[in-house]
Each structure stands twice: as structure tokens, then as C-alpha cells.
């Protein structure tokens, strides 16, 4: 979760556009806290339906001209592609497009899911305590994402050409097969009992993706980090090999730019290892 922007006119404009695109999915907010996303893309807050419901409003805003693709999307194609996913994924009830002075808004109604997410930010900031079943149930969701078909991409093999020469000092790694992956998989988008949220950003990727960004974001717990190893084996072997120098270089990227900046000690000791291998 992150800050209100720091533009009152971006937050005004956000609020107001989330308060009529309840209107016309009728729903009702409810009155308390509101999640941000970066920079104030996004803002999301709980409702309710008038029979009582509960459900989440999402609304995400872009230029009018970069209004589609894969991040645009990628909530709608997901509930066409896993529905509810086993009850793993809350189900996508209505969309909502709106233009406003050059300014796209797409307001996603989802069911509510009930239970917080593990984390209020995507770096876990303390060890878990999760139970195998916990762990074997996340494998095994991913694993029936990984079968999917899709023409969806979240990593593409020009930016892994690119990005790991640069931040890690060696040649992009051969992936020995592209799966279906979430793509953003860290630790305020899970819940226990087990939800999985946020799927704009899912699509192909390098097989071990996710695995490789659940444990990049728990670099700072050795416990929680250890455990992610243990129930993701392709971890450490040469096949996930591409997938993790590929994660580790998209956060150190982000590094570079000035965010998640407690994590550049371990990322590159992690980097490090990476080129020993």
C-alpha cells in the first residue's frame, strides 16, 4: 500500500472518478480507509452492493492514448482465463470504463476478500509463520497458472537481453521454457487462507518467475526467504537460473531509480551468487 499522491489535484481527481464509478456499478463505499497504488494509479476501497454484498471497487487511470494492453487488461483477461481459480482469486463482478480530459479510468468490482493481506508492503517486513498447507496450496495454484495458455506476456526476453548484462554483470541466462506466471507476486497480494490479488501484470515469463519475485521480496526475513526455497526447489537449480537473474535485475532497476532501496544490500548478494552459478 502506499501514500496518497503528493498532488492534491491527482487525489481529488482520483476520489472523485472512484465515487462515480461506484455510482455506476451501484455500489456503495464504505466510509474508512482507502488503498493507493503507486504515484496514485490506482485507488481501491471496500463496498458493498445493495443487496448488502461485500465487494472491492478498484479504479486504475492512464492516458487516454496508453489505455489498453497488458496492464490494462489484465483483470479482465484473468477472469476469462481462471475465473475464481479454485476460490484462490476473487472473481472480477463488473468493469466500468470512463474518459475524462484526456485521462482513462477503468473501475474493477471484484468480490471482497476477507481476510488482510500478509503484508502491508510487497517487501515482507517479518517472518511468517505459515503452514505447509499454506505453502503446498501456493505451489500448487501456480502450478495450474504455469498451464495456462496465453499470448499475455510479463517478461520479455529483449528486456532479459538487456536489463541482466547491465545490473548484473553477466549474459541473460537461457530459460529452458516460458510458463504462464502472475508477475507480481509478492506479499501484499497474498492472504492467508490463500488468495492470490493484483493480476494486471500476469502473462509468460521465464518458467520460476513467480517463485523467483516471492523471494526476491523476502530477502529481508532468512526464515520466510528459506521457506520460499523450500517449497519453490526450481530455486537455486539451473532451471530457474534465467527467472531469478531476471527478477534480481528488474529490482535492482528499481534500485537504481530510488525505490526499494532497503533491499539493494541483499539484492546484490543475491546478484552475486547468481554469477557464481
Given amino acids: ?36 497504488g503507486w504515484a496514485g494509479r490506482t485507488l481501491g ?3 458493498r452492493t445493495t443487496a448488502g454484498a461485500p465487494v472491492w471497487l478498484r479504479l486504475v487511470s492512464a492516458p487516454e492514448d496508453k489505455a489498453s494492453g497488458k496492464l490494462w487488461d489484465g ?25 475524462d480530459e484526456g485521462t482513462a479510468y477503468r473501475a474493477e468490482l471484484s468480490a471482497r476478500v476477507d481476510q488482510p493481506v500478509l503484508s502491508d508492503d510487497p517487501i515482507l517486513q517479518h517472518d511468517l509463520q505459515l503452514p505447509d498447507s499454506w505453502w503446498q496450496e501456493l505451489a500448487a495454484v ?10 499475455r506476456v510479463a517478461v520479455r526476453q529483449q528486456y532479459m537481453d538487456r536489463a ?13 521454457c516460458w510458463t504462464t506466471a502472475h508477475g507480481d507476486l509478492h506479499w501484499a497480494n497474498l492472504t492467508a487462507p490463500l488468495q492470490i490479488l493484483d493480476w494486471e501484470s500476469w502473462g509468460n515469463a521465464p518458467v520460476g518467475f513467480d517463485a523467483a519475485m516471492l523471494y526476491a521480496y523476502t530477502l529481508l526475513q532468512s526464515d520466510t526467504a528459506a521457506r520460499v526455497r523450500t517449497a519453490f526447489p526450481i530455486l537455486g537449480s539451473p532451471a530457474g537460473l534465467a527467472a531469478e537473474a531476471t527478477v534480481c535485475a528488474q529490482l535492482l532497476q528499481t534500485v537504481a531509480r530510488g525505490d526499494n532501496l532497503n533491499l539493494e544490500a541483499p539484492l546484490r548478494g543475491w546478484a552475486a551468487a547468481l554469477r557464481r552459478r
Fill in 45 to 47: 476501497a471496500p463496498a
Fill in 164 to 176: 541482466i548484462p547491465e545490473f548484473l554483470g553477466i549474459p541473460a541466462p537461457a530459460a529452458p
Fill in 1 to 36: 500500500m502506499y501514500s496518497p499522491p503528493p498532488d492534491p489535484d491527482t487525489e481529488q481527481r482520483m476520489r472523485t472518478h472512484h465515487a462515480s464509478a461506484a455510482k455506476a456499478l451501484d455500489v456503495q463505499t464504505e466510509p474508512g480507509w482507502v488503498f493507493w
Fill in 142 to 151: 501456480l502450478d495450474k497458472v504455469s498451464a495456462a495458455g496465453t499470448d
Fill in 75 to 99: 483483470a479482465l483477461d484473468a477472469q476469462h482465463a481462471f475465473g475464481d481459480l479454485d476460490g484462490h482469486r476473487p472473481p472480477l463482478l463488473g468493469v466500468h470504463d470512463a474518459v
